[in-house]
């Protein structure tokens, strides 16, 4: 059973950082694309970055560039978001998102959907 566990989020303070990670079992590590999703009450889901494990290929939405770095550990089956320069406009739940993409194929949120996800974590931006 596939399961993805998110942690890192809280409270923070705009201009300050946050590292979320997404632990992952059940999975052969490389065979998968992963990824960052946020969403908040009312709002559009928005695909903030992934990575496709395989080619180490990446995304990033426009929001997200510049402040956000997404990484792997393949040792640990766990992707990071760390996120910087923080804006009250981040607040949103994080999810995390994982789907078979094969190695050549680079990452697109929308190749995530389908696939399995994280429970999420909040994330708090004050101004």
């Known amino acids: 059973e596939v399961q993805l566990v998110e942690s890192g989020g809280g409270l923070v303070q705009a201009g300050g950082s946050l590292r979320l990670s997404c632990a992952a079992s059940?999975?052969?590590?490389?065979?998968?694309?992963i990824g960052w999703f946020r969403q908040a009450p009312g709002k559009e889901r928005e695909g903030v970055s992934c990575?496709?494990?395989?080619?180490?290929?990446?995304y990033y939405a426009d929001s997200a560039k510049g402040r956000f770095t997404i990484s792997s550990d393949n040792a640990k089956n766990t992707v990071y978001l760390q996120m910087n320069s923080l804006k009250p406009e981040d607040t949103d739940v994080y999810y995390c998102?994982?789907?078979?993409?094969?190695?050549?194929?680079?990452?697109?949120?929308?190749?995530?959907?389908?696939?399995?996800w994280g429970q999420g974590t909040q994330v708090t931006v004050s101004s």
């Open positions: 998102a994982a789907d078979m993409l094969p190695s050549g194929y680079g990452c697109y949120p929308h190749t995530l959907v389908a696939g399995y």
């Open positions: 990575i496709n494990i395989g080619d180490g290929r990446l």
């Open positions: 059940g999975l052969t590590f490389d065979d998968y694309a």
